[in-house]
């Protein structure tokens, strides 16, 4: 008799000590849902020379970097200023993004280098980016034709 009462005591403790063990876990601070920015962006080649040719072109090769990786975003075309725009959404904690383009093409044999400009610091509860890119195209002599990007515009929502 005296060993049931033992064993009904142990188990009623142990239980208690369950329970009492989920609901501290359950009551530790859950971390704050995270949120995602969704990236507005415009790329644009304001000078450009594709074999020689040197009126407004689109970009070619543009690539959208950022940290952590993402995917590769699908570029409209906007006719009346031969740029490109995409909306991407950002990964979770996203903290940089980058653009990367190329204003020229077809010259032999130094040949032609894509160019890219950055974004650090994007701010945290960050929802929404409007950005926009500008590129440019000019030879490095003797060489190359070099492609300089630059980010003409930013905003956060």
């Known amino acids: 008799m005296f060993a049931a009462t033992l064993v009904r005591r142990g188990l009623a403790l142990g239980s208690a000590l369950v329970v009492t063990g989920t609901l501290g876990i359950v009551g530790l601070a859950q971390p704050a849902a995270a949120t995602t920015a969704v990236l507005h962006a415009t790329v644009d080649c304001v000078s450009s020379n ?30 009346a200023t031969h740029a490109f725009q995409f909306t991407q959404t950002l990964p979770d904690g996203a ?11 077809g010259h032999y044999p130094y ?22 890119w500008a590129c440019s195209a000019a030879p490095v002599s003797p060489g190359p034709w070099l492609t300089n990007c630059s980010l003409r515009s930013v905003s956060f929502s």
């Open 95 to 105: 903290t940089s993004m980058g653009v990367t383009a190329l204003c020229s093409s």
């Open 50 to 79: 594709h074999f020689g040719d040197i009126r407004d072109w689109y970009p070619s090769n543009v690539r959208l970097s950022t940290s952590p990786p993402s995917a590769t975003p699908g570029l409209v075309a906007v006719p």
């Open 111 to 132: 040949g032609d280098f894509s160019g890219s400009a950055n974004l650090t610091g994007i701010p945290a509860g960050t929802t929404g980016i409007t950005a926009s």
